[in-house]
């Protein structure tokens, strides 16, 4: 055999290691960030809202602007006025989403307004003044937004 040949140094092979090691970590932390990315997105709606009394008329309109600030989109599957839902006011409120009417038992029994990520919506509650609903001046009904994913947006308003 020959005596000539030699082994690779001991540095070179350390380096060569460590750098192989560093490739291979930086490939995993890629590729678990992709799959934790997916599972993270989320649903975040901002409220506001104001009451109006609309002269001539014995109704006030509550108008509640939503923005998804969220990284996913949402849709609203339901709305409680005092913690009843909005089919169970039919005849004493009236909700008007994109220009639209939904007064029925029907439209308001299957509630679908969606809210891509990054746009806002314009809700307009119409409530009807009466003693038995509680609606009357003065009186803060409290308003929840319901979505499909399970959140609860609470908020609430005082009649003027």
């Known amino acids: 055999m020959s005596r000539d040949k030699r082994?690779?140094?001991?540095?070179?092979a350390t380096v060569i290691l460590v750098a192989v090691t560093i490739v291979v970590a930086v490939s995993v932390a890629y590729w678990m960030g992709a799959i934790a990315g997916s599972y993270t997105t989320f649903e975040q709606i901002e409220v506001n809202k104001y009451a109006?009394?609309?002269s001539g008329s014995s109704l006030w309109n509550v108008t509640i602007e939503s923005k998804n600030t969220g990284s996913a989109d949402a849709t609203l599957t339901d709305?409680?006025?005092n913690d009843v839902p909005l089919k169970d006011y039919v005849g004493t409120v009236e909700l008007c989403y994109n220009g639209q009417n939904m007064t029925t038992l029907a439209e308001?029994?299957?509630?679908n307004i969606p809210i891509t990520k990054g746009n806002s919506i314009t809700?307009?509650?119409q409530l009807g003044y009466s003693k038995t609903s509680g609606f009357t001046p003065g009186t803060?009904?409290?308003i929840k937004l319901h979505s499909a994913a399970g959140k609860d947006y609470p908020t609430s308003?005082?009649?003027?």
Request: net charge positive; aromatic share 8%; no cysteine.
């Open 7 to 12: 082994a690779l140094s001991p540095v070179i």
């Open 79 to 81: 709305i409680f006025v």
């Open 108 to 111: 308001l029994s299957s509630i």
């Open 52 to 54: 109006k009394w609309v």
């Open 140 to 142: 803060t009904v409290s």
């Open 123 to 125: 809700i307009v509650l």
């Open 157 to 160: 308003v005082k009649l003027p």
